[in-house]
């Protein structure tokens, strides 16, 4: 069974840093794409990142581009999503999702409050 | 960036009744058109991949269809357990873009 399980969301200052982790497990964590996607409070999804299934290449949305970056260890089998320079607009619930032909399974998702 | 416009933005419906969800692409994407299926509190499901194709385990009373650029999510008979959230997403190209959401609610 594939599972994904997202950590290390929680409240944080605006300009500060978070980094958001996802344990993978149930398929060959090496083989495939992983993308972050998020969700603002009461709002709809928005792709954020994605990462190639070796980490050679990555691709984000404009609005975080040089903000975060979206990294893996296949090793650990565990995607990663290093936020910087947080903003307000950042605040919402961010689910990890593998990304082959479509996002085809989602974790939980966890939240993440950028607030003063 | 291809635009995903989804109608209608909420609907209403009867138990048993059939239900029909479009999103319009900005541009071809070929098959390249997911469905996915929100509950409150959870995270999204994958309902359709391919434009057409029935994820595993998703009920056979959910189909999809292509004409051109625009694709539809049919539930044939609604049942109470398909009130959520619906969205599409453009699998095609980044930036992945989804629709803006169809809130299904029960009559």
């Known amino acids: 069974e594939v599972q994904l399980v997202e950590s290390g969301g929680g409240l944080v200052q605006p300009g500060r840093s978070m980094k958001l982790s996802c344990a993978a497990s149930?398929?060959?964590?090496?083989?495939?794409?992983m993308a972050w996607v998020c969700q603002a409070p009461k709002k709809g999804l928005e792709w954020v990142a994605t990462?190639?299934?070796?980490?050679?290449?990555?691709y984000y949305r404009d609005s975080v581009k040089g903000r975060f970056t979206i990294s893996r260890d296949n090793a650990k089998s565990t995607l990663y999503l290093q936020m910087d320079s947080l903003r307000s607009e950042d605040t919402a619930t961010y689910y990890c999702?593998?990304?082959?032909?479509?996002?085809?399974?989602w974790g939980q998702g966890v939240m993440v409050t950028v607030s003063s | 960036d291809i635009q995903m416009t989804q109608s209608p933005a909420s609907l209403s419906a009867s138990l048993e009744e059939i239900v029909t969800i479009t999103c319009q692409a900005s541009q071809d994407i070929g098959n390249w058109l997911s469905w996915y299926q929100q509950k409150p509190g959870k995270s999204p499901q994958l309902l359709i991949y391919g434009a057409t194709s029935l994820a595993d385990g998703v009920p056979s009373r959910f189909s999809g269809s292509r004409s051109g650029t625009q694709y539809s999510l049919k539930i044939s008979r609604l049942q109470v357990e398909d009130i959520g959230i619906y969205y599409c997403l453009q699998a095609y190209s980044a930036p992945w873009t989804f629709g803006g959401g169809t809130k299904l609610e029960l009559k």
């Open positions: 990462i190639s299934y070796d980490g050679s290449s990555t």
């Open positions: 149930g398929f060959t964590f090496n083989n495939y794409d």
């Open positions: 999702a593998r990304h082959s032909d479509t996002f085809d399974y």
